[in-house]
T-cell receptor, first 112, second 117 residues
Framework: GENVEQHPSTLSVQEGDSAVIKCTYSDSASNYFPWYKQELGKRPQLIIDIRSNVGEKKDQRIAVTLNKTAKHFSLHITETQPEDSAVYFC???????????FGQGTILTVHP | DARVTQTPRHKVTEMGQEVTMRCQPI?????VFWYRQTMMQGLELLAYFRNRAPLDDSGMPKDRFSAEMPDATLATLKIQPSEPRDSAVYFC???????????????FGPGTRLTVL
């Protein structure tokens, strides 16, 4: 089955800096890669996703890049703000009725 | 704004008691997923359903856990008997779920925080 590795497990940045979280996956058939943000005590919420026919996608301060050959994808957050502090999960799927395999999560802390 | 709902939001019970958690998926979604989240294990997939039929429950301890979808608007996760190690947040998620689809987004419910004493 699919295996997703996520790094780093914790990330601390100053407000205004950029943050990058990286994930690798094992199943070359995976073609859908969402990112979820989970604030403390809340549900995971989709913030951006990318499909395998696209190499990069951007939404305001958030961007995701995908390298299918190397089987890795990354989340980039620019101009970080304290409200970006949360746990971020990457996931891979698209091969089995919507099943997603999640990474272990990255705790992002943005210091004012 | 359609959302997945879960009840109860919090449950405290004693070891050995039966626990039932309920989930109402978004209307029109045909796949339902149950996850367990602990600090150590991240989001762990327990089971998932498509059109009310179980597709995979290999992540679920079979001796004490069971999951069902009595109808398209209700999914249940039951633990009997409960143990302290079952303490966690249990999330339900739903999606459109195609075999190899372009729309595999999962939408999560608010979770049930379970504490077994």
């Amino acid at each position: 089955g699919e295996n997703v590795e996520q790094h780093p497990s914790t990330l601390s940045v100053q407000e205004g800096d950029s943050a990058v979280i990286k994930c690798t996956y094992s199943d070359s058939a995976s073609n859908y890669f969402p990112w979820y943000k989970q604030e403390l005590g809340k549900r995971p919420q989709l913030i951006i996703d990318i499909r395998s026919n696209v190499g990069e996608k951007k939404d305001q301060r958030i961007a995701v890049t995908l390298n299918k050959t190397a089987k890795h994808f990354s989340l980039h957050i620019t101009e970080t703000q304290p409200e970006d502090s949360a746990v971020y999960f990457c996931a891979a799927g698209g091969t089995s009725y919507g099943k997603l395999t999640f990474g272990q999560g990255t705790i992002l802390t943005v210091h004012p | 704004d359609a959302r997945v709902t879960q009840t109860p939001r919090h449950k405290v019970t004693e070891m050995g008691q039966e626990v039932t958690m309920r989930c109402q998926p978004i209307l029109g979604h045909n796949t339902v997923f149950w996850y367990r989240q602990t600090m150590m294990q991240g989001l762990e997939l327990l089971a998932y359903f498509r059109n009310r039929a179980p597709l995979d429950d290999s992540g679920m301890p079979k001796d004490r856990f069971s999951a069902e979808m009595p109808d398209a608007t209700l999914a249940t996760l039951k633990i009997q008997p409960s143990e302290p190690r079952d303490s966690a947040v249990y999330f339900c998620a739903s999606g459109l779920g195609r075999l190899a689809g372009a729309e595999d987004t999962q939408y999560f419910g608010p979770g049930t925080r379970l504490t077994v004493l």
